[in-house]
């Protein structure tokens, strides 16, 4: 069946950075574009990052411009989001889903920034 | 202050019909489709209505959508005490090139 495991939280400082990844499996991966989506504790649901079934189209929000990275690997049918200059507001769970419409959803991994 | 707006809560008896709007602009809702999702407590979102109007497999057909002009809403029917959770709304916005959700509307079954 189609699933999206997220992994890569945990704790950092503000500033640093972390690496989360999405192993995908039950699908053709490279098929496909995948999203990166964020819920910060007790609030609401924010997109953060897209990129297309190609690799090369990219999308950002407004609030992780310039600061995350969105990529792909199909070889290990994994998405990536590297997040550098992290800040206490990006302190959130973590979600990647499956386009179009964000169809499948991981599990999720908390990310909690604070010194 | 989320682009597209949702009333934060929303509430009714079993077997009642309540309805969850979503509005937005002419740059999202009024040009792109409309997805629903269902969180439940502790959960991961999920997609419930894609396209305006469109159930994934395997959802009630309890849940309906609709969209008209740059407006949205979400309809259950027959409600039952498992549909407490909290629902979003989210569309494409070709002015801002990104994803929007709403802020999410808490549904409480009495």
């Known amino acids: 069946q189609v699933q999206l495991v997220e992994s890569g939280g945990g704790v950092a400082q503000p500033g640093r950075s972390l690496r989360l990844s999405c192993a995908a499996s039950?699908?053709?991966?490279?098929?496909?574009?995948m999203h990166w989506v964020r819920q910060a504790p007790g609030k609401g649901l924010e997109w953060v990052a897209e990129?297309?079934?190609?690799?090369?189209?990219?999308y950002y929000a407004d609030s992780v411009k310039g600061r995350f990275t969105i990529s792909i690997d199909n070889s290990k049918n994994t998405l990536y989001l590297q997040m550098n200059s992290l800040r206490a507001e990006d302190t959130a769970v973590y979600y990647c889903?499956?386009?179009?419409?964000?169809?499948?959803w991981g599990q999720g991994t908390l990310v909690t920034v604070s010194s | 202050q989320s682009v597209l707006t949702q009333p934060p809560s929303a509430s009714g008896t079993p077997g009642q019909r309540v309805t969850i709007s979503c509005s937005g602009s002419?740059?999202?809702?009024?040009?792109?489709?409309v997805n629903w999702y269902q969180q439940l407590p502790g959960t991961a979102p999920k997609l419930l209505i894609h396209?305006?109007?469109q159930r994934p497999s395997g959802v009630p057909d309890r849940f309906s959508g609709s969209k008209s002009g740059a407006s949205a809403s979400l309809a259950i029917s027959g409600l039952q005490s498992e549909d407490e959770a909290d629902y979003y709304c989210?569309?494409?916005?070709?002015?801002?090139?990104?994803?929007?959700f709403g802020g999410g509307t808490k549904l409480t079954v009495l």
């Open positions: 039950g699908f053709t991966f490279s098929s496909y574009g």
């Open positions: 002419k740059s999202n809702i009024g040009s792109n489709t």
């Open positions: 989210a569309s494409w916005d070709d002015r801002l090139i990104a994803w929007v």
């Open positions: 990129i297309r079934y190609d690799g090369y189209n990219k």
């Open positions: 396209s305006n109007n």
């Open positions: 889903a499956r386009d179009p419409g964000f169809d499948t």
